[in-house]
């Protein structure tokens, strides 16, 4: 499941907005620089939502270079009531993906986050005769539909959107799980077992007492 780091520190606004993203992704709701920061050193983002004006400082544009120091990959979109042009120019100059003006309708920004996630995958794998469907999370193998749980799958194409690079069991249970520390530690390694029996090709290496990563080129 994507991660999504949210910076607003309108309390009503923010639990209106976690609500409704709640259903589909993990989402760390943060007020302050350090807590971003703190979030950072435990958790991957494929996005952050950052609002820019904070306590009347510009906390959001200032958050940007942080979460890319961290991960580069981790798309930004910035929501404020700051609308002008010359606003919108700077914060996409500074690497903001997209600017979403206050009001907004949380559906409108659902759609940009789908937007934002669809530009970084292919919507299709192929890999010694499995076929991955990126958006739809289905595999395919010689025409058939190769059905995993749920855990099983987000592993899986966790590892497909991330391919080349490699996780610790640790790493990928903070990615994976809402509540990390009530996962047992073999927890990976298990589920990793139970795709190998399930796919016709072995297609995640193991790097021993390092990880696990999908090479795909």
Do not use: C, W
């Not at 690079?165 to 390694?189: G, M, R, S, V």
Request: no cysteine; charged share 25%.
């Amino acid at each position: 499941m994507k991660r999504i780091l949210y910076l607003e520190d309108d309390g009503k606004l923010a639990k209106l907005v976690m609500q409704y993203l709640e259903h589909y992704y993990l989402v760390d709701h943060v007020s302050t620089l350090n807590d971003i920061e703190a979030y950072l050193k435990q958790y991957h983002y494929d996005i952050a939502i950052l609002d820019r004006n904070i306590n009347d400082a510009d906390i959001g544009l200032m958050a940007i270079e942080l979460i890319h120091a961290h991960n580069i990959d981790t798309d930004i979109i910035i929501t404020s009531a700051y609308s002008t042009v010359d606003d919108k120019i700077k914060g996409l100059s500074l690497g903001a993906n997209d600017y979403l003006e206050k009001p907004f309708d949380v559906r409108e920004l659902a759609a940009r986050i789908n937007a934002q996630l669809r530009k970084k995958f292919p919507e299709q794998i192929s890999y010694k005769g499995l076929q991955f469907n990126m958006t739809n999370k289905q595999i395919h193998y010689e025409g058939n539909m190769i059905l995993l749980s749920q855990k099983e799958n987000a592993l899986l194409f966790f590892l497909l959107e991330n391919a080349n690079k490699l996780f610790t069991a640790q790493e990928l249970i903070y990615a994976l799980y809402a509540h990390p520390d009530d996962i047992l530690p073999n927890t990976i390694t298990v589920t990793i077992g139970k795709i190998r029996k399930k796919l016709p090709v072995d297609i995640i290496k193991t790097f021993k007492t390092r990880g696990y990563m999908i090479e795909l080129f």
